[in-house]
């Protein structure tokens, strides 16, 4: 125990020395911000948005964070601990913005939980809930789900009249799309080997949909992503039937974007052409579905009403994820997207409160009236959903709107701030969903702040390589990023100089070629494992300041490191010691790189922060909460250090029970020192 306090006097004492350096060399210079995550020159504002941003990939004594939302029962993420299940629509926006940066173990959490979607998907013979008998379908081959958990997949849209719903085309669309684009970035050839066949059953399935005579796709009621928003074709009988979803169509052609990079990677050249061939018949349907303005409508009926014409007699609103989701997956070229995008800046009750609303104004064609739940301003018409959110930042970064981007980020702080990280959101984005939780959080709602990082190079991965596209906002002349991105089993840190075009790279202090004004692409068997990029712009030189070239500071701790300060809870220091003798036997043993170890960092540093929430707060360096929200608060940064622990503990009981020699040998170092 003294060796692990004295670690801890030691990181502090480090800490003070560069803190102390840091702000000597930077008194002359107020435009320069220091972090642990971001550092640069400038708009500081904005760097300290980044910043923040990124904190929540872990655990932090100030905000919520990514790790609370795990669960062990599965050893993956959930949605809410108001939401115990794992649902495509929540967390695409998030988990799409948030992949380049997942490292272990929060990767493991994600596949877990994805796991619940392909583990589960419909062959046709498969009952999805046995145990839930409203929600029991037997679904066709290839289909994905609107959520899932352990023994059950729900087929259809779970909420509103299930008896009408079509079975989740676009969520199936989504989930394609999210698989497909972590395994281009981890490029594990036995993973791909694994989900590739899946991915084609579902890219199939949704293929049957599409109408050969002009190449729309047909869906009935819910099957959007935003579902049951839209209710199909209603027929003159009364009846609803399918019509054509633009957001269907969308989805699918991202989709089958980054599958058929997968093929390639793969060597299923066939295969690939044949998607292909299939994105370009899709693509072919997209102007039928195009306004005069350049944007799109919501849907298309077989009678030739078009839904999502803004400001037309019937059916008049604007529709955004179809129009948003084309920018930010480039499905649309620059054009086009400035075109949308002049479309969404010139509705100003799209934005009431900083975030992109689904529709503006009312839905009119939804299959029942927009009263209680469905009312204009809530839940699927009108309501705020941070997982769309998410993609509209990117589409704001794309197109350069950095002030946009800045007050979403800057709206969703005032819900952070008050641990109301609550989804969907109410009052067209003002209100929380759940105000009678002490506290909130949900996974989607970490969606912007994924995608203010992933916006800064968009990350455009392929077969042969990664194509960075820096979207800087000008007011920041020099930016570093100094966590890692992950290309495969590289690491990328990246920076840029400047301002403008590009006009100069650097890798690990050697002149790169392969750039335009736009991008830099990075081949993956040129690129090193660990990789210096310097990006130069306007004709800066590809320099960083002096001061920055140190690599990433220790955590500054603000508290005392002496035992007694771990009255507060002495169950956490001893988890907190337990794991850093695991790792610490891990490494001995040569797994110190692998996920376990990982699982066990992030065990020790849960509980650490639990303490050390506690001491600011003593301190009065963070801000309380209300008491019955900070005694929620505080609960739950315990809970989240004993989930993660439980975790562990659930799965090195099963390791000692395997075939695998790996998962035994890791087993036999959890012995009795480690385990409660």
Same mark, same amino acid.
Not at 78 to 89: D, V, Y
Not at 489 to 496: D, E, G, M, P, V
Not at 501 to 527: C, H, Q
Not at 533 to 544: C, D, F, K, N, Q
């Given at each position: 125990?003294?060796?692990?306090?004295?670690?801890?006097?030691?990181?502090?004492?480090?800490?003070?020395?560069?803190?102390?350096?840091?702000?000597?060399?930077?008194?002359?210079?107020?435009?320069?911000?220091?972090?642990?995550?971001?550092?640069?020159?400038?708009?500081?504002?904005?760097?300290?948005?980044?910043?923040?941003?990124?904190?929540?990939?872990?655990?932090?004594?100030?905000?919520?964070?990514? @790790?609370?939302?795990?669960?062990?029962?599965?050893?993956?993420?959930?949605?809410?601990?108001?939401?115990?299940?794992?649902?495509?629509?929540?967390?695409?926006?998030?988990?799409?913005?948030?992949?380049?940066?997942?490292?272990? @173990?929060?990767?493991?959490?994600?596949?877990?939980?994805?796991?619940?979607?392909?583990?589960?998907?419909?062959?046709?013979?498969?009952?999805?809930?046995?145990?839930?008998?409203?929600?029991?379908?037997?679904?066709?081959?290839?289909?994905?789900?609107?959520?899932?958990?352990?023994?059950?997949?729900?087929?259809?849209?779970?909420?509103?009249?299930?008896?009408?719903?079509?079975?989740?085309?676009?969520?199936?669309?989504?989930?394609?799309?999210?698989?497909?684009?972590?395994?281009?970035?981890?490029?594990?050839?036995?993973?791909?080997?694994?989900?590739?066949?899946?991915?084609?059953?579902?890219?199939?399935?949704?293929?049957?949909?599409?109408?050969?005579?002009?190449?729309?796709?047909?869906?009935?009621?819910?099957?959007?992503?935003?579902?049951?928003?839209?209710?199909?074709?209603?027929?003159?009988?009364?009846?609803?039937?399918?019509?054509?979803?633009?957001?269907?169509?969308?989805?699918?052609?991202?989709?089958?974007?980054?599958?058929?990079?997968?093929?390639?990677?793969?060597?299923?050249?066939?295969?690939?052409?044949?998607?292909?061939?299939?994105?370009?018949?899709?693509?072919?349907?997209?102007?039928?579905?195009?306004?005069?303005?350049?944007?799109?409508?919501?849907?298309?009926?077989?009678?030739?009403?078009?839904?999502?014409?803004?400001?037309?007699?019937?059916?008049?609103?604007?529709?955004?994820?179809?129009?948003?989701?084309?920018?930010?997956?480039?499905?649309?070229?620059?054009?086009?997207?400035?075109?949308?995008?002049?479309?969404?800046?010139?509705?100003?009750?799209?934005?009431?409160?900083?975030?992109?609303?689904?529709?503006?104004?009312?839905?009119?064609?939804?299959?029942?009236?927009?009263?209680?739940?469905?009312?204009?301003?809530?839940?699927?018409?009108?309501?705020?959903?941070?997982?769309?959110?998410?993609?509209?930042?990117?589409?704001?970064?794309?197109?350069?709107?950095?002030?946009?981007?800045?007050?979403?980020?800057?709206?969703?702080?005032?819900?952070?701030? /008050?641990?109301?990280?609550?989804?969907?959101?109410?009052?067209?984005?003002?209100?929380?969903?759940?105000?009678?939780?002490?506290?909130?959080?949900?996974?989607?709602?970490?969606?912007?702040?994924?995608?203010?990082?992933?916006?800064?190079?968009?990350?455009?991965?392929?077969?042969?390589?990664?194509?960075?596209?820096?979207?800087?906002?000008?007011?920041?002349?020099?930016?570093?990023?100094?966590? @890692?991105? /992950?290309?495969?089993?590289?690491?990328?840190?990246?920076?840029?100089?400047?301002?403008?075009?590009?006009?100069?790279?650097?890798?690990?202090?050697?002149?790169? /070629?392969?750039?335009?004004?736009?991008?830099?692409?990075?081949?993956?068997?040129?690129?090193?494992?660990?990789?210096?990029?310097?990006?130069?712009?306007?004709?800066?030189?590809?320099?960083?300041?002096?001061?920055?070239?140190?690599?990433?500071?220790?955590?500054?701790?603000?508290?005392?490191?002496?035992?007694?300060?771990?009255?507060?809870?002495?169950?956490?220091?001893?988890?907190?010691?337990?794991?850093?003798?695991?790792?610490?036997?891990?490494?001995?043993?040569?797994?110190?790189?692998?996920?376990?170890?990982?699982?066990?960092?992030?065990?020790?540093?849960?509980?650490?922060?639990?303490?050390?929430?506690?001491?600011?707060?003593?301190?009065?360096?963070?801000? /309380?909460?209300?008491?019955?929200?900070?005694?929620?608060?505080?609960?739950?940064?315990?809970?989240?250090?004993?989930?993660?622990?439980?975790?562990?503990?659930?799965?090195?009981?099963?390791?000692?029970?395997?075939?695998?020699?790996?998962?035994?040998?890791?087993?036999?170092?959890?012995?009795?020192?480690?385990?409660?």
């Amino acid at each position: 125990m003294g060796s692990f306090l004295a670690i801890g006097k030691l990181r502090f004492l480090v800490c003070a020395i560069l803190l102390t350096a840091c702000l000597n060399a930077t008194a002359a210079d107020s435009s320069w911000f220091e972090g642990k995550h971001y550092r640069g020159r400038g708009d500081v504002q904005y760097l300290q948005l980044l910043e923040t941003a990124r904190r929540v990939f872990e655990p932090d004594p100030e905000f919520q964070s990514l @790790p609370m939302l795990y669960d062990p029962d599965w050893n993956g993420f959930l949605e809410g601990p108001t939401w115990k299940a794992w649902w495509i629509q929540n967390s695409y926006g998030t988990t799409y913005c948030a992949l380049p940066f997942y490292q272990e @173990p929060l990767l493991t959490f994600l596949q877990n939980a994805q796991d619940l979607w392909f583990d589960q998907m419909g062959d046709g013979h498969r009952e999805g809930c046995p145990s839930k008998p409203r929600n029991n379908y037997v679904a066709p081959d290839g289909l994905l789900c609107d959520a899932a958990l352990p023994g059950c997949i729900i087929y259809k849209q779970g909420d509103g009249r299930r008896e009408i719903h079509d079975w989740a085309l676009e969520f199936t669309a989504a989930g394609v799309l999210l698989q497909s684009e972590l395994l281009l970035i981890s490029r594990d050839h036995a993973a791909i080997a694994h989900y590739l066949p899946l991915l084609e059953r579902a890219a199939n399935l949704l293929d049957t949909r599409r109408d050969p005579k002009n190449n729309l796709f047909l869906a009935g009621p819910a099957a959007n992503l935003l579902g049951p928003s839209y209710a199909g074709w209603a027929r003159p009988d009364g009846t609803y039937g399918k019509a054509y979803l633009t957001g269907l169509s969308i989805t699918y052609i991202a989709a089958l974007d980054r599958l058929i990079e997968l093929e390639k990677l793969a060597g299923a050249t066939h295969a690939a052409a044949v998607y292909a061939e299939r994105r370009k018949l899709a693509r072919k349907g997209l102007p039928l579905l195009t306004t005069d303005q350049g944007y799109f409508i919501k849907s298309l009926d077989p009678d030739g009403t078009r839904h999502g014409v803004f400001g037309a007699p019937i059916h008049g609103y604007f529709e955004a994820p179809p129009n948003h989701d084309a920018i930010a997956l480039r499905v649309v070229d620059d054009a086009q997207a400035k075109k949308i995008y002049a479309m969404i800046a010139s509705i100003p009750g799209l934005r009431t409160y900083g975030f992109i609303l689904p529709n503006y104004p009312s839905l009119d064609d939804m299959y029942t009236k927009p009263v209680g739940m469905w009312r204009f301003g809530e839940w699927v018409n009108g309501g705020e959903w941070s997982t769309c959110e998410a993609r509209m930042i990117l589409a704001y970064y794309r197109l350069g709107k950095f002030d946009d981007a800045r007050r979403s980020m800057e709206k969703m702080l005032i819900f952070a701030r /008050r641990f109301r990280m609550d989804n969907p959101l109410a009052d067209f984005g003002n209100e929380v969903y759940q105000p009678n939780q002490p506290i909130n959080i949900t996974y989607d709602a970490f969606g912007p702040s994924a995608a203010m990082l992933r916006g800064l190079f968009e990350y455009l991965y392929r077969a042969d390589g990664l194509t960075l596209i820096p979207h800087i906002p000008p007011g920041i002349s020099e930016l570093q990023q100094l966590d @890692p991105v /992950r290309f495969g089993t590289k690491r990328l840190f990246l920076a840029t100089v400047g301002h403008g075009p590009v006009t100069s790279v650097r890798m690990n202090g050697k002149a790169w /070629r392969k750039f335009n004004k736009d991008s830099i692409f990075l081949p993956y068997a040129e690129t090193p494992d660990e990789a210096h990029i310097v990006i130069a712009r306007g004709g800066s030189s590809a320099r960083l300041t002096a001061l920055a070239k140190a690599k990433n500071l220790p955590e500054m701790l603000e508290y005392d490191q002496t035992e007694m300060a771990w009255q507060y809870d002495k169950e956490l220091h001893d988890l907190a010691a337990r794991m850093d003798g695991f790792q610490l036997r891990l490494k001995a043993a040569g797994f110190g790189d692998s996920y376990e170890a990982a699982h066990a960092r992030l065990i020790e540093k849960a509980a650490l922060v639990a303490r050390e929430r506690h001491g600011l707060l003593a301190a009065g360096k963070i801000p /309380r909460l209300p008491e019955v929200s900070e005694a929620a608060a505080d609960k739950s940064y315990v809970d989240a250090a004993t989930d993660l622990y439980d975790g562990l503990a659930k799965l090195m009981k099963s390791y000692a029970q395997s075939s695998d020699e790996r998962q035994r040998r890791i087993a036999g170092l959890w012995n009795e020192k480690t385990a409660k």
